[in-house]
């Protein structure tokens, strides 16, 4: 693809890949759908353990929000809803080796199925051009992941929402933001690689 047409349209990383026919197309995403939702899962397993929550830090919001944001709006959607729906089926791939729907987690992964199709909305829109852009997509899929998982671990332990907020929101904040440098620096570098 010539770097005059990479300027031109909006599109994901993914696009960028090579597929010449509906069938290859249909190959390529469903490898990239599978593979996001692989990396989702093997990046769960990086786990360090909260003391006073049950939420353990994971490197799997980071691997869902570039997934989302590499693979787009639809691919990212159901990279996510593939990797939720195989730990449902008992597949030990959540935080911790976890799986089903009853951990307090479970909503940090439902939140991260939303938040992997809005920035693959955001990253077609160019949300993932510049640093500033990808900060503030990388802010709104933490957001999301936050507006689900939070409420959804307050109603299965019981906690008030303040407890939920103090034991699944502020203890990963300081993480999230290392996530989000991280990101900001891969994804413009990566899309300027693309275009030379």
Same mark, same amino acid.
């Given at each position: 693809?010539?770097?005059?047409?990479?300027?031109?349209?909006?599109?994901?990383?993914?696009?960028?890949?090579?597929?010449?026919?509906?069938?290859?197309?249909?190959?390529?995403?469903?490898?990239?759908?599978?593979?996001?939702?692989?990396?989702?899962?093997?990046?769960?397993?990086?786990?360090?353990?909260?003391?006073?929550?049950?939420?353990?830090?994971?490197?799997? +919001?980071?691997?869902?929000?570039? /997934? @989302?944001? =590499? #693979?787009?709006?639809?691919? *990212?959607?159901?990279? &996510? %809803? !593939?990797?939720?729906?195989?730990?449902?089926?008992?597949?030990?791939?959540?935080?911790?080796?976890?799986?089903?729907?009853?951990?307090?987690?479970?909503?940090?992964?439902?939140?991260?199925?939303?938040?992997?199709?809005?920035?693959?909305?955001?990253?077609?829109?160019?949300?993932?051009?510049?640093?500033?852009? +990808?900060?503030?997509?990388?802010? /709104? @899929?933490? =957001? #999301?992941?936050?507006?689900? *998982?939070?409420?959804? &671990? %307050? !109603?299965?332990?019981?906690?008030?929402?303040?407890?939920?907020?103090?034991?699944?929101?502020?203890?990963?904040?300081?993480?999230?933001?290392?996530?989000?440098?991280?990101?900001?620096?891969?994804?413009?570098?990566?899309?300027?690689?693309?275009?030379?």
């Amino acid at each position: 693809m010539s770097t005059a047409a990479v300027s031109s349209r909006p599109g994901v990383l993914a696009d960028l890949l090579p597929a010449q026919s509906g069938a290859r197309a249909r190959a390529r995403d469903a490898v990239l759908i599978a593979g996001g939702a692989t990396l989702t899962g093997l990046a769960a397993q990086l786990a360090v353990p909260v003391p006073g929550s049950p939420v353990p830090v994971t490197g799997q +919001t980071f691997a869902a929000l570039l /997934v @989302g944001t =590499a #693979l787009g709006t639809g691919r *990212g959607f159901l990279s &996510l %809803a !593939l990797y939720a729906l195989v730990g449902v089926a008992g597949v030990p791939w959540f935080a911790q080796g976890a799986s089903g729907v009853g951990g307090a987690s479970f909503g940090y992964v439902l939140g991260m199925v939303l938040a992997a199709t809005v920035t693959g909305a955001l990253a077609r829109r160019g949300g993932d051009r510049s640093v500033l852009r +990808t900060a503030g997509t990388m802010v /709104v @899929g933490s =957001a #999301l992941v936050y507006a689900v *998982g939070v409420p959804y &671990l %307050a !109603l299965v332990t019981g906690m008030s929402a303040t407890q939920a907020i103090a034991a699944g929101l502020t203890p990963f904040l300081i993480g999230d933001a290392l996530k989000a440098a991280l990101a900001m620096g891969a994804l413009p570098a990566a899309w300027r690689f693309v275009r030379r």
